[in-house]
């Protein structure tokens, strides 16, 4: 058995001193902004979702981002509501293809296939940075987007401002509040392939001159998927919220939330026939030339399921002790539960009782998989906000404490008594099978992370061309798991003289740490409009960082033996307000190189955090109006992203990252005509990706680039009906949207669609 070398630097007497040190840094901070308050610096920001031109925005919502968009040192791309709900867009995965190479590119591993956002950004895996109002939102969920207001994608390393994220950006979901304006709306859509949807938004106000208002949306869905048998997407959402004091200095916020999805998962497509594919067997060359499935079929059966629930309670209080100095708070309980079973295979073993007859060929549904898990979240977050002066240098302050604990728990479940489906047909899938029988095993796992965080973000402006800003953040975390497991399965304990799926103690480990995440940037405006900006940042993810699950594997990241996984990522751009501050341009040059990276010494046997990967490329995108009737949103990245130390990880044994398109570009836009008349299209690119590496045979290594055209066209009748038409994949392009690792299987694209949408108001 390999073992493992690692340096690992305990520090637990950092904890307190972090928590004084954020004190110390909060204190002066309101003082001096106190101290300061009747002078004539530039009024704090209200923190709140701004919409200007169009489909982007001024700011983003964070207060820990204390200036606007063109005077903030990173790449963000901001999406408003106006813009996805145009396009049709329900869910995040679909908003977020209008972020350059952001997007759904990996199809799972083995029989594990990923359900929910499983975003892919710059090159990294990052589904686990998602948030909803700066709070982590954990779990395996397609996110509606019913009840958000914009999407907020922050690219580099996220560490300052969220703790342990993705080394190359997090996203966050803003959601809808209450507002001091009676308005209702409602939207029912209809489309190809049985889609149905109906959504409602209701806000009224309480009481003449009470500063209250009640909001409520709701959503349900029960759609089939464009091109594919059997998958489905049913769920419903409810999301009621309460505010006070909107019109004075003190507003409280009350948000609930509810969303159930009742699904049938797809374990997609056979890769056989796509170009790169050979046969895994020489005795039947014949499985290398024989012509791909139909991209419609379902491989898994009637009585797959994919059942989840996620509720969140969350309190939001916001205070003006005057416009220089101001108190922001929020408190989450969250929790999300899902339930699946999901009949994957792996075509490496087809039985062919007669080579010439493909429509006898048959392989085995040999791999069911279970998740049945939860994950709970509850957190604080405090955070202060401040203007002041020193000297001549204006600051902008935002300092705060974090306090949040995160848990995960999963049941156990496979198949029970040697218990299978029947084989199924390659080309004639019969998914009205039965023999399986499955539930629990006995075995569990539990983990839970605690984390304490305190934080500083300073701008100080030292003339109308000159601004410099640092951040810095300290995070205590403390991580416990445990779990048992059934012994003789992959990765599980041997069962000696145990009988097989015994179930026996598995992982119980522990880390902690105490983790420094920094940022610094200087801006350059030459001109009121125009920005030209540097920055550097380092982010930390520690062992478990991302799943809350500690393994005892050698060659885990999750390894608590092992050091965090350091991600620095130094950035230089420009961003231009044209047209009269109706359109934003944004153009940047980045480097990120991840370092701590797992390698096996080819020597010696044992692991060694030395080795290294880098991303690096040019992103450039433009949101807003080009005149008062004619919007648009649009974006271009190209992307070098390689190992640079260690081994290669791609089937074809380049040093290229998996499931990163090496370009992507994506275009938006739309011209409203004074009759009411609305019409527009967009366009998608995204370049060829490498797959990874796990010894299969014959699969392809890569997927080919493609592009995707949509449309769309509305009719405003009146102030309060429109009917919209989307017209998605208008050329029926033919395109693989995701692979799994091994290339046994892959995710089509959706083909040539329709939707119609008419929305109410009242």
């Known amino acids: 058995m390999s073992l493992i070398k690692s340096r690992k630097h305990a520090s637990s007497g950092l904890a307190t001193a972090s928590l004084l040190t954020g004190l110390a840094l909060a204190l002066p901070t309101v003082a001096q902004a106190n101290d300061d308050a009747n002078t004539d610096a530039t009024t704090l920001p209200q923190l709140q979702v701004k919409g200007v031109n169009g489909y982007g925005a001024e700011r983003l919502s964070s207060p820990k981002f204390t200036r606007s968009l063109l005077d903030t040192t990173q790449t963000i791309n901001v999406f408003s509501s106006e813009l996805f709900n145009q396009q049709g867009a329900t869910t995040l995965t679909e908003v977020l293809r209008n972020s350059p190479g952001v997007g759904t590119f990996y199809a799972g591993e083995n029989g594990n296939t990923t359900t929910g956002d499983s975003i892919y950004m710059r090159g990294f895996d990052a589904s686990s940075s998602i948030f909803v109002d700066g709070v982590r939102d954990l779990g395996s969920i397609s996110r509606d987007v019913f009840n958000i207001e914009q999407v907020e994608v922050t690219k580099g390393p996220s560490g300052p401002d969220n703790g342990r994220t993705s080394p190359t950006g997090a996203i966050n979901m803003v959601s809808k509040q209450p507002q001091l304006r009676n308005h209702s709306s409602a939207g029912v859509s209809v489309g190809s392939d049985d889609q149905k949807r109906v959504t409602a938004d209701w806000n009224q106000t309480l009481g003449a001159q009470t500063g209250s208002a009640f909001r409520l949306n709701a959503m349900w869905q029960d759609s089939d998927v464009p091109g594919r048998d059997v998958v489905n997407n049913k769920r419903w959402?409810?999301?009621?919220?309460?505010?006070?004091?909107?019109?004075?200095?003190?507003?409280?916020?009350?948000?609930?939330?509810?969303?159930?999805?009742?699904?049938?998962?797809?374990?997609?497509?056979?890769?056989?026939?796509?170009?790169?594919?050979?046969?895994?067997?020489?005795?039947?060359?014949?499985?290398?030339?024989?012509?791909?499935?139909?991209?419609?079929?379902?491989?898994?059966?009637?009585?797959?399921?994919?059942?989840?629930?996620?509720?969140?309670?969350?309190?939001?209080?916001?205070?003006?002790?005057?416009?220089?100095?101001?108190?922001?708070?929020?408190?989450?309980?969250?929790?999300?539960?899902?339930?699946?079973?999901?009949?994957?295979?792996?075509?490496?073993?087809?039985?062919?009782?007669?080579?010439?007859?493909?429509?006898?060929?048959?392989?085995?549904?040999?791999?069911?998989?279970?998740?049945?898990?939860?994950?709970?979240?509850?957190?604080?977050?405090?955070?202060?906000?401040?203007?002041?002066?020193?000297?001549?240098?204006?600051?902008?302050?935002?300092?705060?404490?974090?306090?949040?604990?995160?848990?995960?728990?999963?049941?156990?479940?496979?198949?029970?008594?040697?218990?299978?489906?029947?084989?199924?047909?390659?080309?004639?899938?019969?998914?009205?099978?039965?023999?399986?029988?499955?539930?629990?095993?006995?075995?569990?796992?539990?983990?839970?992370?605690?984390?304490?965080?305190?934080?500083?973000?300073?701008?100080?402006?030292?003339?109308?061309?000159?601004?410099?800003?640092?951040?810095?953040?300290?995070?205590?975390?403390?991580?416990?798991?445990?779990?048992?497991?059934?012994?003789?399965?992959?990765?599980?304990?041997?069962?000696?003289?145990?009988?097989?799926?015994?179930?026996?103690?598995?992982?119980?480990?522990?880390?902690?740490?105490?983790?420094?995440?920094?940022?610094?940037?200087?801006?350059?405006?030459?001109?009121?409009?125009?920005?030209?900006?540097?920055?550097?940042?380092?982010?930390?993810?520690?062992?478990?960082?991302?799943?809350?699950?500690?393994?005892?594997?050698?060659?885990?990241?999750?390894?608590?033996?092992?050091?965090?996984?350091?991600?620095?990522?130094?950035?230089?751009?420009?961003?231009?307000?044209?047209?009269?501050?109706?359109?934003?341009?944004?153009?940047?040059?980045?480097?990120?190189?991840?370092?701590?990276?797992?390698?096996?010494?080819?020597?010696?046997?044992?692991?060694?955090?030395?080795?290294?990967?880098?991303?690096?490329?040019?992103?450039?995108?433009?949101?807003?109006?080009?005149?008062?009737?004619?919007?648009?949103?649009?974006?271009?990245?190209?992307?070098?992203?390689?190992?640079?130390?260690?081994?290669?990880?791609?089937?074809?044994?380049?040093?290229?990252?998996?499931?990163?398109?090496?370009?992507?570009?994506t275009a938006w836009t739309t011209y409203a005509f004074p009759s009411g008349l609305t019409v527009g299209g967009g366009a998608r690119y995204s370049g060829p990706m490498k797959r990874g590496s796990d010894g299969a045979i014959g699969t392809p290594a890569y997927t080919e680039d493609y592009w995707v055209l949509d449309a769309v066209v509305s009719y405003a009748f009146s102030s309060n009906f429109d009917l919209r038409l989307n017209a998605y994949n208008l050329l029926d392009e033919d395109y693989v949207a995701s692979i799994n690792k091994s290339g046994y299987r892959y995710n089509p694209g959706a083909p040539r669609s329709l939707l119609l949408t008419a929305d109410f108001r009242f």
């Not at 997609?268 to 024989?290: F, H, K, M, N, R």
């Not at 130390?645 to 998996?658: C, K």
């Open 237 to 665: 959402g409810i999301a009621p919220s309460l505010a006070f004091g909107l019109d004075g200095a003190t507003r409280f916020y009350i948000n609930l939330l509810h969303v159930d999805q009742d699904n049938v998962p797809d374990g997609a497509v056979p890769t056989i026939g796509l170009p790169g594919y050979t046969s895994p067997d020489p005795a039947y060359p014949q499985i290398g030339e024989a012509p791909r499935v139909d991209s419609s079929n379902f491989y898994g059966t009637l009585s797959d399921y994919d059942d989840v629930t996620a509720d969140m309670a969350t309190l939001r209080l916001e205070h003006d002790f005057n416009e220089r100095l101001r108190l922001h708070n929020i408190t989450r309980w969250g929790k999300t539960r899902q339930d699946y079973m999901l009949t994957a295979y792996r075509l490496n073993a087809p039985t062919i009782p007669d080579p010439d007859d493909i429509d006898s060929w048959t392989f085995a549904r040999s791999l069911p998989t279970f998740k049945n898990q939860q994950n709970t979240i509850i957190t604080n977050q405090f955070n202060i906000t401040a203007l002041f002066d020193t000297g001549r240098v204006e600051h902008s302050l935002s300092s705060g404490v974090e306090l949040t604990r995160e848990k995960l728990e999963t049941t156990g479940m496979a198949a029970l008594d040697g218990s299978t489906w029947p084989d199924v047909n390659l080309y004639h899938p019969d998914p009205d099978v039965s023999g399986l029988v499955w539930g629990p095993t006995g075995a569990h796992s539990e983990g839970q992370t605690d984390t304490a965080s305190i934080y500083a973000f300073d701008t100080m402006k030292f003339n109308e061309f000159f601004e410099l800003n640092a951040g810095l953040r300290l995070e205590r975390y403390e991580t416990e798991y445990r779990s048992t497991v059934a012994c003789g399965g992959r990765g599980a304990p041997t069962c000696g003289t145990l009988p097989a799926g015994t179930i026996v103690p598995g992982v119980d480990a522990d880390d902690s740490d105490t983790l420094f995440n920094w940022k610094v940037g200087a801006l350059f405006k030459p001109s009121r409009d125009v920005s030209v900006y540097a920055n550097y940042a380092i982010s930390l993810q520690p062992p478990g960082g991302s799943s809350l699950e500690l393994s005892s594997s050698a060659n885990n990241a999750n390894n608590p033996n092992f050091d965090p996984q350091e991600a620095r990522t130094a950035e230089i751009g420009s961003k231009w307000n044209l047209l009269g501050e109706k359109l934003l341009l944004s153009t940047a040059i980045y480097r990120t190189e991840l370092t701590n990276e797992i390698v096996q010494d080819p020597i010696d046997a044992l692991y060694y955090q030395t080795g290294r990967k880098r991303v690096q490329g040019i992103e450039i995108s433009a949101v807003g109006r080009l005149t008062d009737n004619w919007s648009l949103s649009t974006g271009y990245t190209t992307m070098d992203a390689r190992v640079v130390e260690g081994s290669t990880i791609t089937a074809d044994g380049t040093n290229q990252l998996t499931y990163t398109p090496d370009k992507a570009f």
